[in-house]
């Protein structure tokens, strides 16, 4: 299983980037996806997360700027970030907890952080 992320860089305050990430691999069935962000000299935190129904969940950072969702048949998950700040600056993280065959339980996996820059 992997997941890949893609959408970080650089962006001016107030910008509005969007970050995906696409779970692949030996997949029977995702339950909550979600992303997580560490910024530098901080420890990691949850920012939003998305069950495969579609109840989400947010960090009091991100309530009113970020959006979570997905796409169950492309096993993705997807923020919308808008008017963002610079102490949103951090690396980013894709999580998905994966269940790889019917009779297996689920495993928690990290894909491998894209970087998110703001400037003021």
């Known amino acids: 299983v992997q997941l890949q992320a893609s959408g970080g860089g650089l962006t001016q305050a107030g910008g509005s980037p969007r970050l995906s990430c696409a779970a692949s691999?030996?997949?029977?069935?995702?339950?909550?996806m979600g992303w997580y962000r560490q910024a530098p000299g901080k420890e990691r935190e949850s920012v939003a997360d998305i069950t495969s129904g579609g109840s989400t969940n947010y960090a009091d950072s991100a309530k009113g700027r970020f959006t979570i969702s997905r796409d169950n048949a492309k096993n993705s998950v997807y923020l919308q970030m808008n008017s963002l700040k610079p102490e949103d600056t951090a690396v980013y993280y894709c999580v998905a907890d994966i269940v790889i065959s019917r009779t297996a339980s689920s495993y928690f996996w990290w894909g491998r952080g894209t970087q998110v820059t703001v400037s003021s």
């Open positions: 691999g030996n997949i029977f069935s995702i339950n909550i």
